[in-house]
């Protein structure tokens, strides 16, 4: 959900001020990186799942806030809209069981949903993007009553000078609308996957993060179909990307640079760049200024919340105060099964940790790398990607190449070797069936046409009884 604000209102002044310690505190942390003084702690990882509440029909159902007050011990937030839930789990440590341990955890969350959901009739689904929603289930009444998102409303609708959010996706069919208001983002749900870094390591790690960003939505695609239409693998990816579409200064909404995007470019020297462009390239929009000491960079982490990267740095604190470095991988939907968002996880870290230290980075251009990622949330595993060494091959090949790499760094990270070994066993499974989320969900579609209700109910019953989405009847 992101650091909820006490207000909705601001003056010049307030921008003013933000933005002068928003420089301070950039500033702050170059010398901090620059010195060595953050955590060196890494290996920690962490989670958030993105979820919708749906009712018997397989309809959106806005009721959230009831929800989350039957729930009071579950790490649960209320996301944009009133239908969606955010789910966290405690940061741990991936050696050993980690895998399996964050898993389970947030098993046992979305369980306790779907029991007190059971009373009022709804339960949570975790889907990228939900079939049966419908253009005029976007309305500013489903909106969640969070200060934090009236205000980003508010402030993304000024920066475009009231023009409508617009978003118009071609796939298999077109999909154009016009939107008056943010709520379009409530459409887009995702797995977010959260690595602490050695920041002495950190600009390997980031700019591996974004060469896997291909191969990963590949692999884990699921959200064929917004409002009826049949559009990318991952629509979400396109969809979120024009959802806030506020770009930068001097208008640049519809320049190179915008707050959801793949990036720029590689890092040069450090993720201290991320944060400068953040600075240099991004005007704020929730000036809210906090009485914290510059130390605590809440200014700096305030605004890099307003910049969605899919792979996004992030600073946080250690249990001892000292800063860290975590990288949020945001590219990964909601979905299909308990079991499939675990694989994807395992691929992502166990790459992660093979490809950095060989700076494989290197030998792929970056618009080879970005396209790979576009390319993989229009096809899916039917996608071409490029990769060093092998050219331009199928989603499916390359997966093929990489699971042992995956294994390698899954090892290197102390992974238990049977858990690594069941986790990449379902990519293995899946690419050898060629079905993830986006291709079973078309099968049904094409097997009993378009009653995305259906469809929805259909999903929900083999998501909960916990199979991966490759074995999952039709």
């Excluded at 604000?5 to 002044?13: L, N, P």
């Excluded at 998102?149 to 409508?164: F, K």
């Excluded at 994807?344 to 230290?357: E, I, K, Q, R, S």
């Excluded at 790398?369 to 096809?379: G, I, M, T």
Aim: hydrophobic residues 45%; aromatic residues 8%; glycine residues 8%.
């Amino acid at each position: 959900m992101g650091e909820e604000i006490g207000h909705v209102r601001f003056s010049e002044a307030d921008f003013r001020e933000f933005h002068e310690r928003l420089r301070q505190e950039t500033a702050l942390l170059r010398r901090w990186l620059q010195e060595g003084a953050l955590s060196r702690h890494a290996g920690v990882t962490g989670l958030e799942l993105e979820a919708w509440l749906v009712d018997g029909a397989g309809r959106p159902a806005p009721c959230n806030d009831t929800l989350i007050a039957r729930l009071p011990d579950v790490p649960v937030v209320p996301e944009l809209a009133r239908y969606n839930l955010e789910f966290n789990v405690r940061p741990r440590p991936l050696a050993g069981t980690g895998l399996a341990d964050m898993a389970a955890e947030l098993d046992r969350h979305v369980a306790a949903a779907r029991h007190a959901g059971r009373e009022l009739g709804v339960a949570p689904l975790a889907i990228g993007t939900l079939p049966s929603l419908r253009p005029e289930d976007l309305n500013a009444a489903a909106m969640s009553p969070s200060n934090r998102y009236h205000a980003l409303n508010e402030q993304i609708l000024a920066a475009r000078r009231g023009r409508p959010l617009k978003v118009d996706i071609v796939g298999l069919e077109h999909l154009a609308v016009a939107h008056c208001d943010v709520m379009l983002e409530a459409a887009a749900t995702s797995y977010q996957l959260h690595l602490q870094m050695d920041p002495a390591q950190a600009l390997d790690l980031y700019n591996t993060a974004q060469i896997l960003a291909g191969p990963l939505v590949a692999a884990a695609a699921n959200a064929p179909y917004l409002f009826g239409r049949d559009l990318w693998a991952e629509s979400r990816i396109p969809l979120f990307e024009q959802a806030v579409e506020a770009g930068g200064y001097g208008d640049a909404a519809f320049g190179p640079l915008r707050r959801v995007d793949f990036g720029s470019g590689y890092l040069r020297h450090g993720v201290e760049e991320l944060f400068e462009e953040n600075l240099a390239h991004f005007p704020v929009l929730l000036p809210v200024l906090q009485e914290a000491s510059p130390e605590r960079l809440a200014h700096l982490r305030l605004h890099n919340g307003t910049i969605w990267r899919w792979n996004r740095p992030l600073v946080g604190f250690d249990e001892d105060g000292t800063p860290h470095l975590r990288i949020e991988h945001r590219v990964l939907p909601a979905g299909p099964s308990g079991i499939d968002q675990s694989a994807n996880a395992a691929l992502f870290y166990g790459l992660l940790a093979a490809l950095a230290p060989s700076r494989t980075w290197t030998e792929l251009p970056f618009p080879q790398a970005r396209d790979n990622f576009y390319q993989a949330a229009r096809l899916g595993l039917d996608a071409r990607l490029h990769w060093p060494g092998l050219g331009r091959v199928r989603a499916t090949r390359l997966l093929d190449r990489l699971l042992p790499r995956a294994a390698e760094g899954l090892a290197r990270l102390g992974v238990d070797a049977a858990l690594a070994g069941r986790l990449l066993a379902v990519i293995a499974g899946r690419v050898a069936a060629g079905v993830n989320g986006a291709v079973w969900q078309r099968r049904f579609v094409r097997k009993y046409g378009r009653d995305f209700t259906a469809l929805v109910r259909a999903y929900g019953e083999r998501q909960a009884g916990g199979e991966p989405v490759h074995r999952w009847p039709l």
